[in-house]
């Protein structure tokens, strides 16, 4: 839903005079997840349903907002009364963005095996989208954003009124954010960081940081690590869930940096949350037994707890890649600065929506090829 309302929303906003542009959407997958309709737009865009209307200039068109059915969504001009009557002050949508950064980072634990599961389509690069919609389309004040911005890429604990949710689907929080935390993000600033560099490189961010003595310098290149060891047992879950399955099921695999090799407590055997090893004949059985089931037993993962503890001590997390299954390889950008000063690192695939790392022939970030 975020990245329909950052990408595809601002078409809406182009005039005609034979039509009215809108924009229809469903939730085909597991609808009855949501006890809500607040409950569905909170799980994605960290906002209720009104706030996110007025957010980003969003309405329901002529119908009564349901998870249930097609809703159709219409442009809100900047005349009309929801603009006027925005609900969050600059303290809030601070809140906000800090709210959608740490789902974004660290989305709560899911059974990937199980048919029946929340989706999070999300990386960093979607969440920078989501700033630079803020200042280029929504008119929110540049300087606000890039200090909300710069505080994320240079404070290793973020403290902040916002609550990360450990719970699938996310339950709407109103203004039940109130007293401040505190959470250890260093494990992904070192993802958050390049990003940034690679989206001011190719002046996609849209607005100036004042501080930029803390991001890589050098340019991005396209890099490219084939894995071999992939345990044929593990394959045709692979092949199910990234080759067949959703942009989203895509979209929870990300990897890990880690200065030594890892003694295999984050493995998918050992870490895996609900129990999970990674085969799909283990679906029903874990259905069955109420492990894959909304409100059924859930084992918290050792590797998301211990993240969020200790941050870049475990690793240095990244979001934004691809995986080729045919050639068992992942390709992602990253700046040439970066790679040299992790070079030596062990590289692990991970998965964020069970939070574990899958299993592979060791690698080092230093063994992948430069193909662009």
């Not at 960093?124 to 890429?153: K, R, W, Y």
């Not at 999970?276 to 109420?290: E, K, V």
């Not at 492990?291 to 918290?300: N, S």
């Not at 993962?301 to 934004?320: E, T």
């Given at each position: 839903?975020l990245?329909m309302?950052?990408?595809?929303?601002?078409?809406l906003?182009?005039?005609?005079?034979?039509?009215?542009p809108?924009?229809?959407?469903?939730?085909?997958?597991?609808?009855?997840?949501?006890?809500?309709?607040?409950?569905?737009?909170?799980?994605?865009?960290?906002?209720?349903?009104?706030?996110?209307?007025?957010?980003?200039?969003?309405?329901?068109?002529?119908q009564?907002?349901?998870?249930?059915?097609?809703?159709v969504?219409?442009?809100?001009?900047?005349?009309?009364?929801?603009?006027?009557?925005?609900?969050?002050?600059h303290?809030?949508?601070?809140?906000?963005?800090h709210?959608?950064?740490?789902?974004?980072?660290?989305?709560?634990?899911?059974?990937?095996?199980?048919l029946?599961?929340?989706?999070?389509?999300?990386?960093?690069?979607?969440?920078?989208?989501?700033?630079?919609?803020?200042?280029?389309?929504?008119?929110?004040?540049?300087?606000f954003?890039?200090?909300?911005?710069?505080?994320?890429?240079?404070?290793k604990?973020?403290?902040?009124?916002?609550?990360?949710s450990?719970?699938?689907?996310?339950?709407?929080?109103?203004?039940?954010?109130?007293?401040?935390?505190?959470?250890?993000v260093?494990?992904?600033?070192?993802?958050?960081?390049?990003?940034?560099?690679?989206f001011?490189?190719n002046?996609?961010?849209?607005?100036?940081?004042?501080?930029?003595?803390?991001?890589?310098?050098?340019?991005?290149?396209?890099?490219?690590?084939?894995?071999?060891?992939?345990?044929p047992?593990y394959?045709?879950s692979?092949?199910?869930e990234?080759?067949?399955?959703?942009?989203?099921?895509?979209m929870?695999?990300?990897?890990?940096?880690?200065?030594?090799k890892?003694?295999g407590?984050?493995?998918?055997?050992?870490?895996?949350?609900?129990?999970?090893?990674?085969?799909?004949m283990?679906?029903?059985?874990a259905?069955?037994?109420?492990g894959?089931?909304?409100?059924?037993?859930?084992?918290?993962?050792k590797?998301?707890?211990?993240?969020?503890?200790?941050?870049?001590?475990?690793?240095?997390?990244?979001?934004?890649?691809?995986?080729?299954?045919?050639?068992?390889?992942?390709?992602?950008?990253?700046?040439?600065?970066?790679?040299?000063k992790?070079s030596?690192?062990?590289?692990?695939?991970?998965?964020?929506?069970?939070?574990?790392?899958?299993p592979?022939?060791?690698?080092?970030?230093?063994?992948?090829?430069?193909?662009?």
């Amino acid at each position: 839903m975020l990245s329909m309302f950052v990408k595809i929303a601002p078409l809406l906003s182009l005039k005609s005079k034979t039509v009215t542009p809108c924009i229809q959407s469903n939730c085909l997958l597991n609808t009855g997840l949501w006890k809500s309709f607040d409950d569905y737009i909170f799980s994605t865009t960290g906002l209720g349903y009104k706030e996110a209307e007025a957010v980003f200039r969003l309405r329901v068109a002529d119908q009564e907002p349901s998870i249930w059915g097609t809703t159709v969504w219409e442009h809100v001009g900047d005349d009309d009364e929801r603009i006027g009557n925005l609900p969050l002050s600059h303290e809030d949508l601070r809140a906000w963005l800090h709210r959608l950064f740490l789902s974004n980072i660290l989305p709560p634990d899911r059974d990937a095996n199980s048919l029946i599961r929340e989706e999070r389509a999300s990386n960093l690069s979607l969440f920078l989208q989501t700033l630079s919609h803020c200042v280029n389309h929504l008119g929110m004040p540049a300087h606000f954003i890039a200090s909300i911005l710069e505080d994320l890429l240079k404070k290793k604990t973020l403290v902040t009124k916002a609550t990360l949710s450990n719970d699938s689907p996310a339950p709407y929080l109103g203004s039940k954010d109130v007293s401040k935390k505190r959470f250890v993000v260093s494990a992904f600033q070192t993802d958050l960081t390049n990003q940034t560099a690679i989206f001011l490189q190719n002046n996609m961010l849209g607005f100036r940081l004042l501080d930029t003595s803390f991001l890589p310098t050098q340019k991005a290149s396209l890099y490219e690590l084939k894995l071999g060891g992939i345990n044929p047992k593990y394959s045709q879950s692979w092949a199910y869930e990234y080759e067949y399955g959703s942009v989203s099921s895509v979209m929870s695999l990300g990897f890990m940096l880690q200065k030594e090799k890892g003694s295999g407590e984050y493995d998918i055997r050992t870490a895996a949350s609900n129990g999970n090893n990674g085969d799909p004949m283990f679906m029903m059985m874990a259905m069955m037994q109420g492990g894959g089931m909304p409100g059924g037993q859930k084992k918290p993962s050792k590797l998301r707890r211990d993240l969020l503890s200790s941050g870049d001590k475990i690793g240095h997390v990244f979001s934004c890649m691809n995986w080729d299954l045919s050639n068992q390889s992942a390709s992602f950008w990253m700046c040439e600065d970066v790679f040299e000063k992790f070079s030596a690192y062990c590289f692990r695939l991970i998965r964020t929506d069970g939070w574990f790392c899958l299993p592979h022939g060791d690698a080092k970030l230093g063994d992948t090829k430069r193909i662009g």
